[in-house]
């Protein structure tokens, strides 16, 4: 089991950035890549970014210049740094880590662009 916590949501005006970060517990040795994906209203759910335990990220070509994801190993921790926001980025963002065994969610944290 993996357990996960996201956290630095909130409302930014265009243009604006805020970091997101997503603590993660439990069988951490395991995961072999994390992920964001967001959900806006009335939409599914898509892939933002993603991170390896070698280090190789993808992102969506809709972020592509203006999010970064990285980690912090020591502290288990992935990070989404989301510069030049758009309204379009509205959304509840969620942390995704994955495992052989399967996929595992955190609680979403919403990120409202908006002036």
């Known amino acids: 089991q993996v357990q996960l916590v996201e956290s630095g949501g909130g409302l930014v005006q265009p243009g604006g950035s805020l970091r997101l970060s997503c603590a993660a517990s439990?069988?951490?040795?395991?995961?072999?890549?994390m992920g964001w994906y967001r959900q806006a209203p009335g939409k599914q759910r898509e892939l933002v970014a993603t991170?390896?335990?070698?280090?190789?990220?993808g992102y969506a070509d809709s972020v592509k210049g203006r999010f970064t994801i990285s980690r912090d190993n020591a502290k288990n921790t992935v990070y989404l740094q989301m510069n030049s926001l758009k309204p379009e980025d509205t959304a509840v963002y969620y942390c995704?880590?994955?495992?052989?065994?399967?996929?595992?969610w955190g609680q979403g944290t919403q990120v409202t662009v908006s002036s």
């Open positions: 995704n880590a994955a495992i052989v065994a399967g996929n595992f």
């Open positions: 439990g069988s951490i040795s395991r995961i072999y890549a």
């Open positions: 991170i390896t335990s070698g280090g190789s990220t």
